[in-house]
């Protein structure tokens, strides 16, 4: 049976590559919109975080037309963030080979208050689409970030994905909860309207190729 899962969506968030100008939009024209879609139980159970009183927790939807197997093949590798988030200047893994465990080491471009990320893989469900890792040391202000991103065919059938990224991490000292949720929204928004983007393109040339066979 279908749940009601209730989520934060960003209105009309600009896609850019320059993280402080998103940033300074996004303090100056984001509104908070109520959205409520259908998800599967097996899928919404993903999003419960616990959030303590000094944390924030928030999620985002993105609908991509394209099959479940293609979004999947960008998001499920914890070794190349960088093929689809912008924000993301390198990666390395420095230790594991993909599997639930795997640490990797993200750089991250010019403008961000942060300049690395050391991040640890913690679900990799390839049956669910389901694909979770937790930030554990890094040079950044974003301590106890965990993060879980779902994916799930759209209610009508039509071929599209839903994808869901939900979070929960630490309010920073001197920020208050919905500065927070900004600023980590924006970036998530935008690295899945460049999934959405990257991934529509390809299934749009996958069709294209067909049509001329």
């Known amino acids: 049976m279908p749940s009601n899962l209730i989520l934060q969506r960003i209105k009309d968030t600009p896609t850019t590559t320059a993280a402080a100008a998103a940033y300074k939009q996004a303090q100056q024209h984001q509104r908070w919109t109520p959205c409520t879609t259908e998800v599967p139980d097996h899928i919404a159970r993903y999003h419960t975080h616990t959030v303590s009183p000094y944390q924030c927790c928030s999620a985002v939807i993105q609908e991509i037309s394209a099959p ?113 949720c900004i600023f980590v929204d924006t970036i998530v928004k935008c690295n899945l309207q460049s999934l959405a983007q990257i991934v529509e393109d390809i299934a749009r040339r996958n069709i294209s190729s067909e049509r001329t066979l």
């Open 68 to 180: 479940v197997s293609t979004v999947w093949s960008f998001v499920r590798r914890f070794d190349n963030p960088q093929a689809y988030k912008h924000f993301v200047k390198s990666c390395n893994v420095i230790v594991g080979n993909g599997n639930v465990g795997t640490l990797r080491e993200v750089h991250v471009i010019s403008g961000l208050p942060a300049v690395s990320s050391t991040e640890r893989l913690e679900i990799l469900d390839d049956e669910r689409h389901v694909m979770s890792f937790s930030v554990v040391g890094g040079d950044h202000r974003l301590a106890n970030y965990r993060s879980v991103t779902t994916l799930h065919p759209v209610a009508n059938g039509g071929g599209g994905t839903v994808v869901i990224e939900s979070y929960v991490v630490d309010i920073p000292q001197g920020n208050t909860r919905e500065e927070t």
